[in-house]
């Protein structure tokens, strides 16, 4: 018998289509170099520095679009719309939250925010109706991976971490869920990422 009964899922990269697609469209539009622009934002300390204050809500998108517009030598205008502006909607994934609510599985939303002025990431989703419960970064002053945003999710929940399997498209914010008891699940491709809940939840989803 599965005792699973919780799926919490990260946005960008999991209900969406891959973060790296929009970020290499992004590069080639500025005519900047392939790879260029996550190489500044994963090894110059202010840039990383200034994204976890943007994804623990305190400083602005607008800051800091400023900061890294210098920084990476763009303009400085909805930087970030500009970064992600080709991400789309995974649509297996949404109708993957479906089902799972339908067959009885709290499903939990659990995203890193990068603020929601100028740009908005969430825009035309409808959170508060696709999921059971919604933690955005900003409004808690927390961020993944730090456990307490994990610990939070699952009060939200009303679940203990045994009982629920956790996705995202970034493996450093598996091991806290893992600490915690979460089933865990590494997104890379939409239907194997299906299968993989499918498994560790015993449902029938779409594939």
């Known amino acids: ?19 790296l697609t929009s970020v290499t469209e992004f590069e080639s539009d ?8 996550l190489r500044q ?15 623990r809500g305190s400083v602005t998108q607008a800051h800091w679009n400023e900061v890294a517009a210098q920084r990476i030598g763009v303009g400085p205008g909805n930087l970030l719309g ?12 949404y109708e993957t939250a479906a089902a799972a ?16 002025d100028p740009w908005d990431l969430y825009a035309g989703c409808d959170l508060d109706t696709t999921f059971d419960a919604v933690l955005i970064s900003e409004e808690h002053g927390l961020r993944k ?17 045994s009982a629920c399997v956790f996705v995202d498209d970034s493996p450093h914010n598996l091991p806290p869920a893992a600490a915690l008891g979460m089933a865990t699940v590494h997104a890379r491709d939409p239907r194997a990422t299906i299968t993989d809940i499918q498994n560790l939840l015993g449902l029938g989803l779409p594939s």
Request: charged share 25%; glycine share 12%; hydrophobic share 35%.
């Open 41 to 55: 934002l994963s090894r110059d300390p202010e840039l990383l520095r200034l994204t976890e204050d943007l994804e």
């Open 101 to 116: 609510r339908q067959q009885g599985i709290r499903v939990g939303l659990l995203s890193n925010s990068v603020g929601r």
């Open 30 to 37: 500025e005519g900047l170099p392939q790879g260029s622009l």
């Open 82 to 93: 500009r970064i992600f502006s080709g991400l789309r909607p995974e649509p297996l994934m």
């Open 145 to 161: 991976p730090e456990p307490a945003i994990y610990e939070h999710m699952l009060k939200m929940l009303e679940l203990p971490g």
């Open 1 to 19: 018998m599965n005792d699973r009964k919780g799926l919490i899922l990260d946005f960008g990269g999991v209900l969406t289509t891959p973060l």
